[in-house]
C-alpha cells in the first residue's frame, strides 16, 4: 500500500496536537468558570469537551482555507480596441437600467396617450360651436344648398348638393332653419321642393315645407330676413349681405372669392360645408 505524502502526516500531527492542547485548555477553562477541579471530570465530560474542540478546528480549517489553485488553460481573446472597450463599458453601464427604464417610459407614455386621447367632436358638436349656439338661422338656397346658381335653372329643375346634405340636416336638427330664394314662376318652386324632399330634408332633418319660403325681387329676400330676426343669414349676394350687416348678429357669406369684410359680424367660406371643416 502507498503511503500518503509527506504534507498530509504533517499535517495530521500536527492536528492531533493542536487538539490535545486545545482540550487542555478548555477543561482548564470550563473547571475554572464552574469551580470544579480538572480531577473531578469524569472521562465523559472529557470527551465531550474534545469533540466540540474537533468540530470547531475543523469548521475553522475548512472555512478559512483556500481551495487548492487549479491549472486551467489560457483561451485566447480577440485583441480589443479601445472603441470596442468604450462600447463594452457604457452597454455594462447603460443596458441594465437604461433599456428597462426606456421600455417601461414608453410602456406609460403609450398608456397615458391612449387614456387621455382628445375624442373627435361629432358633427352635431361642431355645428354648435360654429354657430355660437346661434338657434334661428335663415340661408338662400341658389349656391349654397342647391347645385343651381340662377333662378332661371330653377323653371327646369332643381338638384340639392350632396357635400351639405349632412351638414345641412344636422342645422336642422338644431336651429330654426329657415330656407328662401327668390324664383321666376310656380313651377321653380315645385322643383325646389321636389328636390328638397327627394333629398330626405323633411323626413330626416326637422324642417317642414312652410320653411321653406319664396319671393319675386331680391329685396323680398332681405324683408324676409329681417322679419325673422335670426342669429345667423348664409347668403350669396354680397349687397343683400352688407345691407343686413346693421340688423343680423352673424352672417355667412358664401362665396368661391373670399370677401374681406370690415365688420367682425360678417364671415366669408367657399360654402356651407367648408365653413363647418367638412
Avoid at 469533540?51 to 475543523?58: C, K, P, R, S, W
Avoid at 491549472?71 to 468604450?86: C, E, F, G, L, Y
Wanted: proline share 6%; aromatic share 8%; glycine share 4%.
Amino acid at each position: 500500500m502507498a503511503e500518503p505524502p509527506s504534507h498530509l502526516s504533517s499535517f495530521k500531527d500536527e492536528l492531533i496536537q493542536l487538539i490535545k492542547r486545545l482540550g487542555t485548555y478548555l477543561a482548564l477553562k470550563m473547571s475554572n468558570l464552574f469551580s470544579i477541579s480538572l480531577q473531578k471530570l469524569d472521562p465523559r465530560s472529557v470527551g465531550a469537551i474534545a469533540g466540540l474542540a474537533v468540530a470547531i478546528i475543523f469548521t475553522y480549517r475548512f472555512t478559512r482555507s483556500p481551495a487548492p489553485p487549479t491549472r486551467r488553460q489560457p483561451k485566447r481573446q480577440a485583441p480589443i480596441t479601445s472603441s470596442t472597450a468604450i462600447s463594452t463599458q457604457s452597454n455594462i453601464t447603460l443596458m441594465p437600467s437604461g433599456v428597462y427604464s426606456s421600455s417601461e417610459d414608453l410602456r406609460a407614455q403609450n398608456t397615458f396617450d391612449e387614456f387621455f386621447q382628445p375624442v373627435k367632436p361629432t358633427l352635431g358638436q361642431i355645428v354648435r360651436q360654429k354657430l355660437n349656439e346661434g338657434r334661428k338661422v335663415t340661408c338662400r338656397l341658389l349656391g349654397v344648398i342647391l347645385e343651381e346658381s340662377s333662378p332661371e335653372e330653377l323653371q327646369t329643375k332643381a338638384t340639392v348638393r350632396p357635400s351639405v346634405l349632412d351638414v345641412l340636416l344636422e342645422i336642422t336638427k338644431f336651429c330654426d332653419l329657415y330656407l328662401m330664394e327668390r324664383v321666376i314662376d310656380d313651377e321653380s318652386e315645385k322643383n325646389v321642393l321636389l328636390a328638397l324632399e327627394n333629398a330626405g330634408i323633411f323626413t330626416s332633418g326637422g324642417l317642414v315645407k312652410d320653411k321653406v319660403l319664396f319671393c319675386r325681387t331680391e329685396n323680398g329676400r332681405t324683408s324676409f330676413v329681417r322679419q325673422l330676426e335670426p342669429d345667423w343669414h348664409i347668403d350669396t349676394n354680397p349687397e343683400i349681405v352688407s345691407q343686413l350687416a346693421r340688423f343680423i348678429k352673424y352672417q355667412l357669406h358664401v362665396s368661391p372669392v373670399k370677401t374681406e369684410w370690415t365688420t367682425g359680424k360678417v364671415l366669408s367660406s367657399p360654402s356651407l360645408e367648408k365653413f363647418f371643416g367638412f
